[in-house]
């Protein structure tokens, strides 16, 4: 079971976004394991893009992504990552393909709706700085059984 984390980014809360993309998700089969609106703090987010820090886009993103509330939360599933990362969409919206999250919903780089985590090192380390281990819940949906042989 693989495990990733999502953010609805503030473009997507103030837009009244968050229920579609939580079905996107949901719709797809992976299962949610934790989940919280939150504001996030300017170190929490110079914590979550570190690795851009000194790149010409790292302060505006930072300023972006703690201008308001955002959904973050957990999913787990088989080949959560990939299937997390293929329901959201290329980064730019416009490249996204048709039916994603951010080719239905985005209209720019910058405003492109949902973070999803890129890669299994980046999705352990980010969901470890927006949850705890004791708000991460581990159960078996009825439905879990018809999502893989």
């Known amino acids: 079971m ?18 579609q993309v ?20 300017r170190e929490l987010a110079e914590q979550h893009y570190a690795e ?15 201008s308001a509330p955002v959904v973050v939360f957990a999913l787990e599933g088989p080949n959560a990552i990939a299937a997390a990362r ?3 969409g290329a980064t730019k919206p416009n490249e996204a393909a048709t ?11 910058s405003r492109n709706i949902v973070h999803g985590s890129a890669n299994a090192a980046d999705a352990e380390r980010e969901v470890a700085l927006y949850f705890k281990p004791e708000e ?3 159960y078996q949906r009825a439905a879990d059984g018809w999502l893989k042989e």
């Open 136 to 138: 991460l819940v581990q």
């Open 2 to 19: 693989e495990r990733t984390l999502i953010i609805i980014k503030p473009d997507g809360v103030q837009r009244a976004l968050v229920g």
């Open 99 to 109: 039916g994603s999250i951010r080719a239905d919903f985005g209209l720019d780089i």
């Open 22 to 41: 939580i079905t996107r998700f949901e719709q797809r089969g992976l299962r949610i394991a934790g989940m919280k609106l939150m504001q996030i703090s």
């Open 86 to 88: 293929q329901t959201m």
């Open 52 to 66: 851009h820090k000194g790149k010409g886009f790292f302060e505006p993103t930072v300023k972006y992504i703690t």
